[in-house]
Structures are given as structure tokens and as C-alpha cells.
């Protein structure tokens, strides 16, 4: 489990595989604190570490990445250098900063209007059709792994507000039109609409 807490801004070195695809991620943890077969969140998606090498700074891990998950996220489009938000799994009492969040991607919303109000950012995305009823105002979603909370939302799209900080230390405030963006509803909205359609009528 993660909390859509970005721990980290970290950068694609490398770039191997055709059907199952090998990433190596530089980031600033200490190799010594990742295990073998741990769980990291990339961009909101939950993968397990299968090499890990240290740096003078930080260290560099490796994740392998099946054909589904790369055609049902961002994450077959990376190319060597692009940032990625990581977040390490979450620990049993560790602070819960954010909402819970399993690392499944849900689908992939597309970023359809982008504007500055005073020092926020706001961006308008539009998700799945298959998801809108998830999201409501007021309510929590995961955005590329950053647990954020919608400001609005219309019959096809919703809006988030980004303060600067979280701009600076994620992918979010480098987001341009017309790109894409991993999703994860509220495990909370999903679990009501399930037991909303058992509900007598």
C-alpha cells in the first residue's frame, strides 16, 4: 500500500527489453534501504525492484514492466531522461499523509486544459468514461502516484488545483495538453459504487 506521497523525483537511465521491459531508475535513496523484491510506486504504479546498485549519490534499481502494464499506462511511452515520481511502499505506522492507495492503475486521463491562478496551477483532466463515477468534488484521486483531492468535476472531466510546492517536486508541474496521466480512483468511491448496486430499490 502507498499514500500518494511522492518520496522522490527520479529519472530513467536506461532502457532494455521488447515484450517484457527492463527500466533502471536513478533515485536518491540509499541502495542499502531498497530490497531485493520490494515495492516502489513509478508514477502510480506499483513495481517490484529486481536490482539495485549504488551511487556516490543515491543509487540506481531496476523494475521489469509486462506488455499489459505497459499499454494500460504511461508508462510505455518513457524514453531515457523523463522524470518519475516514486513513492516507497508504506510502512505499518508510518503517517498516513495522503489516502490509501494500492499502486493499480485504473486508467489513463488526458490532460485537456492547463492555467495559472495566482501562484496554483490547475489542471483539467479528462479520465476513462468508465471512471467518472468515482470521482467526485471534494474526493481523493491519484495522479501519476500524487494523492491529490478533485476541486471540481463536470459530465467528462474534473479539475485539481497543484500548490507550487507540489509542482516543483513531481512530474505534475511539467504536465503540457494533450498528454496523459496514470489514474487511481478512491478505493472508498469504488467500494460505495459496488455496494450501491446491491442497494434494494
Not at 523525483?9 to 531485493?36: C, H, N, W
Not at 505499518?92 to 501562484?119: M, P, S, Y
Amino acid at each position: 500500500m502507498f499514500t500518494g506521497i511522492v518520496t522522490a523525483k527520479g529519472r530513467i537511465r536506461a532502457i532494455s527489453g521488447d515484450g517484457v521491459r527492463r527500466f533502471e531508475i536513478e533515485a536518491p535513496y540509499e541502495a542499502d534501504t531498497i530490497a531485493l523484491g520490494a515495492s516502489i510506486a513509478h508514477a502510480g504504479a506499483c513495481l517490484t525492484v529486481v536490482e539495485v546498485v549504488a551511487m556516490p549519490e543515491g543509487c540506481w534499481f531496476a523494475v521489469e514492466v509486462s506488455p499489459e502494464t505497459l499499454r494500460l499506462t504511461t508508462l510505455g511511452s518513457w524514453q531515457v531522461g523523463d522524470p518519475v515520481n516514486l513513492e516507497r511502499a508504506l510502512a505499518i505506522g508510518e503517517e498516513l499523509g495522503g489516502h490509501l492507495v494500492t499502486g493499480h492503475v485504473d486508467g489513463l486521463g488526458e490532460l485537456i486544459d492547463l492555467r495559472e491562478e495566482g501562484e496554483w496551477l490547475v489542471l483539467s483532466v479528462r479520465p476513462p468514461s468508465d471512471l467518472n463515477r468515482f470521482i467526485a468534488r471534494k474526493g481523493s484521486i491519484t495522479v501519476d502516484g500524487v494523492s491529490l483531492t478533485v476541486n471540481a468535476v463536470t459530465r467528462d472531466s474534473f479539475d485539481l488545483m497543484i500548490i507550487p510546492h507540489t509542482a516543483e517536486v513531481t512530474t505534475l508541474g511539467a504536465l503540457q495538453v494533450g498528454g496523459h496521466v496514470n489514474l487511481e480512483v478512491d478505493l472508498m468511491a469504488r467500494y460505495a459504487a459496488r455496494l450501491s448496486e446491491f442497494s434494494p430499490t
